[in-house]
Nanobody, 116 residues
Framework: QVQLVESGGGLVQPGGSLRLSCTAP????????MAWYRQAPGKERELVAG????????NYILSVKGRFTISRDNVKNTMYLQMNSLKPEDTAVYYC?????????WGQGTQVTVSL
């Protein structure tokens, strides 16, 4: 069993920033691509951003490009999502994700709420 642990969510005003973190077991972290997903109330879970093993290749959904930055530290076995210029439509539960040998793993999720 692979345990992914997210942190860093919270309540922020529109235009504000948050940084999410996701830690994974040290012995596997650096070998696998990682991703952030989010799920808003009443909506399907969607991929927000992904990052390859070295961190040199990243991808984003159009709605967050230029505002969010995904990164990883393979020494600290931690992935990050820096979220700037947050909008109310970014409100969701954010999940850390990886896939290992055909099995999918999710974190418990961290709530991000963007509101006045």
């Amino acid at each position: 069993q692979v345990q992914l642990v997210e942190s860093g969510g919270g309540l922020v005003q529109p235009g504000g920033s948050l940084r999410l973190s996701c830690t994974a077991p040290r012995h596997i972290f650096k070998f696998y691509t990682m991703a952030w997903y989010r799920q808003a109330p009443g909506k399907e879970r969607e991929l927000v951003a992904g990052i390859n093993t070295s961190g040199g290749i990243t991808n984003y959904i159009l709605s967050v490009k230029g505002r969010f930055t995904i990164s990883r530290d393979n020494v600290k076995n931690t992935m990050y999502l820096q979220m700037n210029s947050l909008k109310p439509e970014d409100t969701a539960v954010y999940y850390c994700h990886t896939s290992i040998d055909g099995s999918t793993y999710w974190g418990q999720g961290t709530q991000v709420t963007v509101s006045l």
